[in-house]
């Protein structure tokens, strides 16, 4: 018998028929993104809030830790009653050199009046510095920016052995341009400028305005 009528066949698709292969069921299944490998980032522009915390100790921890090593040496209870005694001295000094200029009195000051009351109070914190020079501890030793200290007294004698010879004015004005210039490392128009503005400031006011009798040349 002939075959009769029936469905037509469809080939199959694979390498035999020249098609493509058919896909897996396994690779057209949805894959669910792999969340648990990768941390999750932190969002643009934000910042962890603990991280400027953390910044702050270790800077306090590093400070900490280079703080004994950078700290200058104490100079100690000798060193410390040495240096009391000079100021004391100095106050003392200064004490004698204003009564030899005329004390006066608070109605009517003299030239010395001013100075005596200044350097009485230097004599009073020296005294002050001996009786606490064992106790005290937060003292420097002596360098290299010590001279300048030096040199700020020296230049004060040497203002105050003038000031009753030749007036304020001239002695004032080199004092205040070696402590501007020179101890203080400020140019050299600034430190005349300024020396020069003061001087006439203090003539303003304590020759103009208060009349005191100090020293002067105008």
Not at 19 to 24: C, I, K
Not at 114 to 136: F, K, M, S, Y
Request: glycine letters at 12%; charged letters at 10%.
């Amino acid at each position: 018998m002939g075959a009769g009528p029936g469905k037509p066949v469809v080939p199959e698709a694979g390498p035999a028929s020249g098609g493509a292969p058919a896909p897996d069921a396994a690779d057209t299944a949805p894959q669910a993104p792999d969340t648990a490998a990768a941390p999750p980032e932190t969002a643009l522009g934000t910042e962890d809030p603990g991280a400027p915390e953390a910044e702050a100790q270790n800077a306090e921890v590093q400070d900490a830790d280079a703080g004994p090593e950078d700290a200058p040496e104490p100079l100690g209870p000798a060193a410390n009653v040495a240096v009391a005694l000079v100021v004391t001295a100095f106050g003392a000094a200064g004490c004698l050199a204003s009564w030899f200029l005329g004390v006066g009195t608070p109605a009517e000051p003299e030239a010395g009046t001013w100075p005596l009351v200044v350097c009485a109070a230097i004599t009073v914190l020296g005294c002050v510095l001996l009786g606490t020079a064992r106790r005290t501890a937060d003292t420097e030793a002596f360098s290299a920016a010590s001279w300048k200290i030096l040199a700020g007294v020296g230049t004060m004698a040497g203002f105050i052995a003038l000031i009753g010879t030749i007036g304020f004015e001239i002695p004032s004005a080199l004092l205040a341009f070696v402590w501007l210039r020179f101890l203080g490392g400020e140019s050299w128009r600034l430190s005349a400028v300024a020396s020069v503005l003061i001087v006439a400031a203090f003539y303003a006011v304590f020759v103009g305005l208060l009349s005191v009798p100090i020293p002067h040349l105008f």
